[in-house]
């Protein structure tokens, strides 16, 4: 990280950074339990029940959920990983740029 980056610096670091981290994706992946339709279901009957996971989160201010079937939760992890991943980045652009517009900023106004 230098101290006299510019803002095209802190962009092309930050796509440089996440450039790998497609796709990604945001949400919790939970398990859930629930029983199911069939009657004398030894599953049910001695309470371990049909484990199912679901994707949650939040789309435009309404909770979403999406059933995901099981062959497809390595996936989706890898995809949430990614979606912190770039979280974190952009958490941390976010001083690195300002900083890189005031900077530029000061230059121009000494120019
Ligand atoms: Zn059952």
Not at 37 to 65: D, K, T, V
Not at 80 to 99: C, F, S, T, V
């Amino acid at each position: 990280m230098s101290k006299d980056e510019s803002p095209s610096d802190v962009a092309r670091w930050l796509m440089d950074r996440t450039a790998g981290a497609w796709p990604a994706m945001l949400g919790s992946l939970s398990l859930r339990r629930s029983p199911c339709i069939r009657e004398n279901c030894a599953a049910c009957r001695s309470g371990e029940q049909h484990p199912s996971y679901i994707l949650s989160g939040r789309l435009h201010g309404r909770r979403i959920s999406v059933y995901v079937p099981e062959e497809l939760v390595p996936e989706v992890r890898r995809c949430l990983d990614n979606g912190r991943a770039i979280q974190e980045l952009l958490h941390e652009a976010a001083p690195r740029y300002i900083k890189a517009l005031k900077r530029a900023r000061t230059r121009a106004a000494k120019q």
